[in-house]
């Protein structure tokens, strides 16, 4: 798990938006992100794009956590609840996953685990390594 989890510190774009790694491993993943000033829309509410990104490095974290490079090439999401503060977490679970392609659902939750956002992913899984 050690290169898995360099390969997801060097994520810049997780990094610069507050994204931390909190469990990885084969087919799973959580992580979380505190809210703070920087993640506000313009109506005082958590950005979809947060809580995209908080969604998409779980998502990442756990595709990739096989050792095999694993890239997105289908994603959707549905926002459930708005959120002004706190944290959130996102924990990725694997649903599927065959030598070409796996899926994963990835709830995101508030604090007090009521459903932010449900996301669903699909990877292809290249043959390079990690």
């Known amino acids: 798990m050690d290169k898995i989890r360099k390969f997801l510190a060097n994520d810049r774009f997780a990094r610069l938006a507050g994204v931390e790694l909190l469990d990885v491993g084969p087919g799973r993943a959580k992580a979380s992100l505190t809210v703070g000033e920087k993640h506000l829309n313009g109506a005082g509410m958590v950005h979809g794009a947060a809580i995209f990104a908080l969604a ?75």
């Open 56 to 130: 998409d490095f779980t998502f990442a974290a756990a595709s990739n956590a096989y050792g095999t490079l694993a890239v997105g090439i289908n994603v959707s999401i549905s926002f459930m609840k708005a959120v002004k503060s706190g944290v959130l977490t996102a924990e990725a679970r694997e649903t599927s996953r065959n030598a070409k392609l796996a899926t994963y659902d990835i709830p995101v939750r508030d604090e007090t685990g009521d459903l932010v956002a449900g996301f669903q992913g699909m990877v292809y899984r290249k043959k390079e390594t990690i």
